[in-house]
């Protein structure tokens, strides 16, 4: 959905009514994205090698990690159209994030290998129930900042957070040897981010204006009611453009099994896995200011890119060659921060605002299902054979290149 190039300069220096200019508050809510990755990538960037403490194999690693990241997702189904049909997004970004704090503490001082199973997707649930509050909340200030632009600068931010947290934990875990204050440290950034969300919430509580005061609605003359925001299908580009989504998220290796190979062949020690994890962090910031800029200016087309990322993952990642398995993690890490910020961007340029989380949430579902599918895919497959492995991820991403040129999705 484009936008006059004359009304977006006009918004960007103006609030719309809404409480603060739209550039303030995509920084501010990048820096509550800042500090909650601190919390739970902190956590993640440690959770293979955890559960491989507490007795996990690479399956079991492989599916409660990709089970993880389907729980982060597949929910978005019903909490994104409960969020169009209340309105109440910022009562559900808040308690996603509430959920999420509590979790990541916990995880460091149980004792087994299922509780803390629970608690890596309790988390992920927290995850949830947020995103796509967060996301339509987000998308409003983007129309006025440029959604590539918009999206990217939020990522950045947030993956300031996740390269802050895994050296935090790295750190910790290096002066005690102990997962329990490693993680417990993690409630300090969590308490700030909630209390950087509830005064955001206070002084924008409706980002909806940043986007209605770019297109201006006349008054209109009394005719024939509008179909209930519910009831609007979702565009088809958005169906062939999660067709797509779907099939290269099928063939994405997850990082706890990158982390596991690396522990487990005595490429690095435990307390240098989160260091890595950073690095990726850093690694998929840039690579989301990068496609972000790109997208702004030639489209969807942009995300060609995300294939070819993917591609390169276990072929790099799985090697029993240091230099090329870290390089694998960065590879990774790019991938992953051209999924949380352009991937995003696209859908709320397919979709009008009134459905917009439900598009989120559908959208979530569609990667996690296929989240769920590739952690538990590369996971079994490592396990059997990485030649494999690596075959069967070039190829699925190759046909997930193929419905890209084929579908070719638009600006809705």
């Known amino acids: 959905m484009g936008t006059d190039p004359a009304a977006r300069r006009a918004a960007e220096q103006a609030d719309g009514g809404a409480g603060m200019r739209p550039w303030r508050f995509v ?22 090698p955890l559960l491989a403490s507490l007795g996990a194999s690479a399956t079991v690693v492989g599916v409660v990690t990709g089970a993880g990241e389907a729980a982060a997702l597949v929910p978005r189904m019903l909490s994104g159209p409960l969020a169009d049909r209340t309105g109440r997004y910022w009562a559900l970004a808040i308690g996603g994030y509430v959920l999420t704090v509590a979790s990541v503490p916990l995880l460091g001082v149980v004792g087994s290998l299922g509780t803390a199973c629970v608690l890596v997707i309790a988390e992920r649930v927290g995850k949830a129930i947020r ?73 924008v509580p409706d980002p909806s204006r940043y986007e209605s005061a770019l297109r201006p609605t006349p008054r209109a003359a009394p005719g024939p009611t509008v179909p209930a925001p519910g009831r609007t299908p979702l565009p088809r580009a958005f169906w062939a453009y999660a067709a797509f989504t779907a099939v290269t998220m099928t063939g994405f290796t997850t990082y706890g099994v990158l982390s596991f190979h690396l522990v487990r062949r005595h490429l690095l020690s435990a307390s240098a896995v989160p260091v890595v994890y950073a690095g990726a962090m850093l690694t998929g910031a840039l690579a989301s200011l990068a496609t972000g800029w790109l997208y702004d200016r030639i489209g969807p087309r942009t995300l060609v890119v995300l294939p070819v990322l993917a591609a390169a993952v276990p072929a790099l990642g799985f090697s029993d060659a240091v230099a090329a398995a870290v390089a694998g993690a960065l ?24 459905r917009r989380a439900t598009a989120y949430g559908v959208f979530a579902a569609v990667v996690g299902a296929t989240t769920l599918a ?32 084929t579908v070719r999705p638009g600006r809705g």
């Open 27 to 48: 920084v501010w809510f990048g820096t509550v994205s800042l500090l909650a990755d601190f919390v739970y990538e902190g956590a993640r960037s440690i959770t293979g």
């Open 131 to 203: 995103s796509p509050a967060k996301d339509t909340l987000l998308s409003h200030a983007t129309a006025a900042t440029g959604r590539g632009r918009g999206f990217a600068v939020h990522e950045a931010l947030d993956q300031v957070g996740a390269v802050i947290g895994p050296l935090t934990v790295a750190g910790m875990l290096a002066a005690t040897g102990g997962y329990g204050p490693a993680l417990g440290v993690l409630a300090v950034p969590g308490a700030a981010m909630l209390g950087l969300l509830w005064w955001l919430r206070t002084r």
């Open 331 to 354: 590879v990774w890490g790019a991938a992953l921060g051209v999924q949380e910020s352009t991937l995003r961007a696209v859908v709320a340029d397919l979709v009008p605002a009134p």
């Open 374 to 405: 590739g952690g538990a895919l590369t996971g079994a497959l490592y396990a059997v054979s990485v030649p494999a492995l690596v075959t069967t991820v070039v190829a699925v991403q190759a046909a997930a290149l193929v419905l890209l040129v």
